[in-house]
């Protein structure tokens, strides 16, 4: 598998790190109950189909990406820079 990493171009999947699903960045409030962040830290989907994952780029440029992909037919669909919106 092939990720077109935007400050790269294409690299190796080998080259990244796989950190889950790009909801990772959407953190609870400080405040929330404990069973939210029990979800937040813990609970993970399996999904079949296409998916936003969190890829660090740990051998190329160090860059955080969320990766577009098909979980079913491994394609990769399209790879941006990640960001975690203000507050
Ligand atoms: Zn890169």
Known sequence: MRI???LCGSRD???FYYAGHASALERPDPAASAEIWDNYLHIRENLAGVTND?????TGCGAWL???R?????AVLLARLAKRDKK
Request: with cysteine; net charge negative.
């Open 4 to 6: 077109e990493c935007p």
């Open 13 to 15: 999947r080998r080259e």
């Open 54 to 58: 969190l890829w660090h780029h740990e």
């Open 66 to 68: 969320v990766v577009t």
């Open 70 to 74: 098909d979980t079913v037919s491994h």
